[in-house]
Nanobody
Framework: QGQLVESGGGLVQPGGSLRLSCAAS????????IGWFRQAPGKEREFVAG????????YYADSVKGRFTFSRDNSKNAIYLQMNDLRLEDTAVYYC???????????????????WGQGTQVTVSS
């Protein structure tokens, strides 16, 4: 069983930036689909960004397209989410998740992922 640990969350003003990191251990993340999800209070967990295993194509939620950038550093077994132009509605707990069997049709579904990190809080507030 692999482990995922997120970091990099915090408090930021609207328009600001944060870079989230997800450190993977116990497995080679390049062989897994990785997704970033978020969950705001009272709302369901939603897909933010992700890519299939060894994938060069990244998928984004429409709400973050053009503002967030997903990336992998296979040499560090880490995954990142660069978040720019943050908005109040981006406030949530952000999670990274991994699974070997995610395909295009399921990459946006939280139920498709078996391994999850503990989450990191992102708060956008003036």
């Amino acid at each position: 069983q692999g482990q995922l640990v997120e970091s990099g969350g915090g408090l930021v003003q609207p328009g600001g930036s944060l870079r989230l990191s997800c450190a993977a251990s116990g497995f080679t993340s390049d062989y897994y689909a990785i997704g970033w999800f978020r969950q705001a209070p009272g709302k369901e967990r939603e897909f933010v960004a992700g890519s299939k295993r060894s994938g060069t194509y990244t998928y984004y939620a429409d709400s973050v397209k053009g503002r967030f950038t997903f990336s992998r550093d296979n040499s560090k077994n880490a995954i990142y989410l660069q978040m720019n132009d943050l908005r109040l509605e981006d406030t949530a707990v952000y999670y990274c998740a991994a699974d070997q069997n995610v395909i295009t049709s399921t990459i946006r579904s939280p139920q498709a992922y078996d391994d999850w990190g503990q989450g990191t809080q992102v708060t956008v507030s003036s």
